[in-house]
């Protein structure tokens, strides 16, 4: 099991950028892949991003494709996610999540540890 804390979010305006950061402890962070999802109001919990256990490889939500970049430190126990050019459909609760599998999974089902949640509110 992980413990995974996110932080980070915030109130900013259409255009602005911020940087999402998830810490992870517990059992070895580098064993897990690790992804970004967010639920916005009323809504189903969606994909961001996902990054490979080494970082080598990541893949990325079509809506956010270009603006926003997954990475990883494995020497800090941290993700981090990347976000420009934010729009006022970005805005929601934004959770990392550590999965035990080979891939990059995009559903939410492949996770088994999850952060509390950020906030990221966008006005236009």
């Known amino acids: 099991q992980v413990q995974l804390v996110e932080s980070g979010g915030g109130l900013v305006q259409a255009g602005d950028s911020l940087r999402l950061s998830c810490a992870a402890s517990?059992?070895?962070?580098?064993?897990?892949?690790m992804g970004w999802f967010r639920q916005a109001p009323g809504k189903e919990r969606e994909f961001v991003a996902v990054v490979s256990t080494n970082a080598g490889y990541t893949n990325h939500a079509e809506s956010v494709k270009g603006r926003f970049t997954i990475s990883r430190d494995n020497n800090k126990n941290t993700v981090y996610l990347e976000m420009n050019s934010l729009k006022p459909e970005d805005t929601a609760v934004y959770y990392c999540a550590a999965a035990l599998r080979v891939g990059l999974p995009s559903s939410p089902s492949a996770y088994s540890d999850w952060g509390q949640g950020t906030q990221v509110t966008v006005s236009s």
């Open positions: 517990g059992r070895t962070f580098s064993s897990y892949t």
